[in-house]
């Protein structure tokens, strides 16, 4: 089995994911379980994991208020 390196970006993009949802299951009352479905099934997910949010400037709190905006049928 091959060692994955771990890196900043793998290392800032796991913390921003976990942010996210954290952010979600406190503003939507919602379990992290359900929070973890409604992000991993989200575009923002796909975003996120393809390094469009790779700098420290971007706010988990804007992501969220735009995932519950642009993508409402998750919830």
């Known amino acids: 089995m091959e060692k994955k390196e771990v890196t900043i970006d793998y290392i800032y993009r796991e913390t921003l994911e976990e942010n996210i949802v954290e952010y979600l299951v406190e503003i939507q009352k919602i379990s992290s379980r359900r929070a973890m479905d409604i992000y991993y099934r989200s575009m923002l997910a796909s975003k996120v994991a ?4 790779d700098t420290g400037d971007v706010d988990c709190k804007s992501l969220v208020m735009e995932l519950i905006e ?3 049928d998750l919830f």
């Open 70 to 72: 642009n993508e409402k």
């Open 50 to 53: 393809n390094g469009m949010y």
